[in-house]
């Protein structure tokens, strides 16, 4: 399963370790991600999201009706 977060798509960032002898070494920055329930009131129901910290920010702030009528959105534009 992709380390991605189901609202904002936040995924891993690359780049490297630099010792103190400047010497460099590939490595991954993780989005810090958190499995969440959610209950939809217009649909009687629970949803389990995979949304990182940011997101669940978003949610607070705009609700999870908003954020899961722009995530069918783009899920339609896409697939």
Known sequence: M?????VTGIGPS??????HSQRKTR???EPNLQRRRYWLPSEQRWIRLRVS???IKII???GIEAVVADMR???GAHG
């Open 53 to 55: 910290t940011t997101a």
């Open 27 to 29: 490595r991954r920055w």
């Open 2 to 6: 992709a380390k991605k977060c189901d």
């Open 73 to 75: 959105k783009r899920k």
């Open 14 to 19: 690359y780049g490297n370790n630099v010792s």
């Open 60 to 62: 607070d702030k705009r």
